[in-house]
C-alpha cells in the first residue's frame, strides 16, 4: 500500500494537470530504506510529449547525487497520462527500474466518468505489474 500525504497527492495533480496536454513526470524522494515519500521533486519530461515522458539524462543525475546526499531513494516515481486511464503502458513496464519505488499514474483523462483524473499506484517487479491501494493522509 502507498500512504501519501494529502499535500504530495495534490502536488502530483496539480503537476500532471500544468503539464496537460504533455505528459508530466517527476518522483517523491524519501528515507533509504522506508519506502515514505517526503520530498516532490517536479521533473522536466525532456520528450515534451502527449503520450512519453522522458526524463532529461542531466536532471535525473542531479537528482540521483541528491538523493545519495541526502540518504533518500525515489520513493514515488510518477507520471501523467493524458489522453488513457491511469495504468503502466508496456513502455512505462519496461522502464520501471526501481524496485522498490511506487509508480504513481494520474490520468488528465476522463476515462471512467468520475472526474478529470484518476490517481493510481502500481509496484512494477521484473514485468510483473500489481496495482496497489492509495491511502491519503494528513501528515505521517
Do not use: W
Not at 495534490?10 to 517527476?26: N, S
Amino acid at each position: 500500500m502507498l500512504t501519501i500525504t494529502q499535500a504530495l497527492y495534490d502536488q502530483i495533480v496539480a503537476h500532471a494537470r500544468e503539464d496537460h496536454p504533455d505528459e508530466a513526470c517527476g518522483v517523491v524522494a524519501g528515507p533509504v530504506g522506508e519506502g515514505r515519500p517526503e520530498r516532490f521533486v517536479p521533473m522536466l519530461n525532456a520528450a515534451r510529449s502527449p503520450t512519453f515522458y522522458e526524463f532529461d539524462s542531466q536532471d535525473l543525475l542531479k537528482l540521483y547525487r541528491e538523493m545519495d546526499d541526502r540518504d533518500e531513494e525515489p520513493a514515488v516515481i510518477y507520471h501523467s497520462h493524458t489522453a488513457t486511464e491511469a495504468h503502466p503502458s508496456r513502455t512505462d513496464i519496461t522502464y520501471a527500474n526501481e524496485p522498490g519505488a511506487h509508480y504513481v499514474l494520474v490520468s488528465t483523462a476522463d476515462t471512467d466518468g468520475v472526474g478529470d483524473f484518476q490517481f493510481r499506484s502500481f509496484r512494477i517487479l521484473e514485468g510483473e505489474v500489481t496495482e496497489e491501494e492509495v491511502k491519503v493522509v494528513e501528515a505521517y
